[in-house]
């Protein structure tokens, strides 16, 4: 038996797997090998013997522990191969990130980062990039490549022997457990993929260049901001003086073009969001760099717990929800199902209520309203006012909790509701008078932080705070960290129940169901959602809303629809010119010229 933690197992198990994966698409097992510390076995397989097994060449049930660094990879595999997951996982990727979070590294987070953290040697990281690039490659394999490979990835469950002995004593096992059963819930994400209108995305790819020359004509004529591509600071500036909207400036005076700026004052201001888009799309996106397999589906590494809170962080390039909201119209369901998108209303308001068991706050979140029950609990509106009746004082009380959530001061807050800077200091000082037990809780966080050094969630997820930490993500980290508990926790109940899981988004879940099953889907979806938050925030349920997506429609979100809009007329015309349909049953993927295709490289690069 086998001590790891305070637990006792009967083997410990630590595998590897060697695999190349193109963008877009699961992995293609390459080579795999296992070590059990207690008996000293070692398994060696190629992938023309994995292949043929129809169960793992070790014990993966109750009493067994399977080890790996970065485990979604491992569970992706045992996915490709038709090979049932282990029971307990734990991955040594994430509980070194939980034993260094916040901490500087001095190489990284890598498997040989980690080793250096403790002291411990690895293979030399050339020798380890081009062991991966000839994993990545793919076959055919010399018979050395094969040899040369098979070591590599031994050398790798060797190392994983080597860090398991030094983090051991530092393991919170039952903790560390439920991390690991989220991985394997990524993986069966990642497997699963986001279904996307191929064809409009061909369409796109290809006309790329040109919709940017026509957007820029389409958008613009609103703004006047633009000479030819160049988005010009005095046209925008004198456009803003026109539109009567304060903008925040850096320190040497100018303005703040940011995107995270222009993506706050979009909030505050709508007619700022079809402009922030278009800068988004022009600057940032690479649309050559989506992932899309051949079975039209959008896959790439979740980076799970990858962030200071233990959120999720996939590549904004890769992944469909990260770059410019009107891309995400390209996500449509196949013929015959449905797709829904789940989302916990006001997550961070109800985990701070919850938390701080600040009793007015909770009755705020309880009240359907929190923003419209906030102005009421202040005096600021008459008990019975709507949000039809008091429409611009709930949007001012809306930015205040907003401001708070993200540690904002009065200026900045003035900015966002334009009204004077003493209006915003009223308003913060309502919310602290109003919410007096979650400002003495917020305030006891940061001295803790302080003075402890880390802070952490429900489940042990820790955050270090070396050097000069900043007070605003002191304050915002059990918010924005117990909610990524949260939806970790709602993911693996989802998954569980059989429910096909698309993607996690931030503080929402996208699921996909043939029609016939699709409410019922949504249904349980949403209990176990709400059973999620019951275990993260000690009994208090939050509330969930679900937006339907029906074959043969596209996913929609109103931020994005007038850029959507303006693209879907641009595109119209080039798709009339079209005289070369895809051929039935090819998709568009395969039709597009070899230079258009995302080039082949693994997901898994970095790890």
Known sequence: MIPIGKRVFREVWLVDFEFSAPPGEQPSVVCMVAHEIGSGKRIRVWQDELIKLKWPPYAICNDTLFVAYYASAEMGCHLKLNWPLPVNVLDLYVEFRNHTNGLTLPCGTSLLGALVSFGLSGIESSEKETMRQLAMRGGPYTQKEKEDL???CESDVIALEKLLLKINPFLDIPRALIRGRYMKTAAQIEHNGIPIDVNKLALLRKHWIEIQDKLIAEIDSEYGV?????FKYSLFAAWLQKNEIPWPRLLSGKLDLSDEVFKE????YPKVAPLRELRVTLSQMRLAELSVGQDNRNRCLLSAFRSRTGRNQPSNNQFIFGPAVWLRSLIKPSSGYGLAYIDWSQQEFGIAAALSGDSLMIKAYQSGDPYLEFAKQANAIPINATKTSHKSEREQFKACVLA???????????????QPVAKARELLRLHKETYKQFWEWIEAVVNYAMLIGRLHT????????????NPRFLQNFPMQANGAEMLRLACCFVIEAGIKLCAPVHDAILIEAPLNELEQAVQTTQQLMAEASAIVLNGFRLRTDATYIRYPDHYEDERGKKMREAIDKILLKFSGKSSHPDPPGVGAYETLPAHLRTPVQSYYLSI
């Open 404 to 418: 708070v959530q993200y540690g904002m001061g009065a200026d900045s807050l003035a900015q966002r509701i334009n």
């Open 265 to 268: 004052m979009a909030r505050s």
């Open 226 to 230: 633009f000479d030819q591509r160049t």
């Open 150 to 152: 098979l070591n590599y």
């Open 458 to 469: 429900v489940f042990g997820w820790n955050v270090y705070t070396e050097g000069s930490p």
